[in-house]
């Protein structure tokens, strides 16, 4: 099992939209081959920054979710929400417990 996390800033007064897109992203996933789940978390002091969180069984799985209608489509929506969409950093997980457990 694989994170990947992604730091973004929303666009000043867009984070219901910003919010409301990224919902729509992750119950889309729930259906993506290798999706374990995610979370979509606000640092302490930073109204405007989120960080993504996704658990997937692979690395190829998340590329293939790219190529996903569903996924493209959110992409689309988030265009003029972000100042800043982030670069995906991976990390191995080493333990995730309760549902997660691999």
Known sequence: MESVITRVVVDEGSAADWEAVMRDRMTAAESSAGWI?????TPDGEADARVIVGLW???DAWRQWHEDPAFRDTAERLKGLESDAGTPTWHQVVYAGGRFQA
């Open 37 to 41: 789940g995610g979370s979509i978390l």
């Open 57 to 59: 069984e692979s690395r």
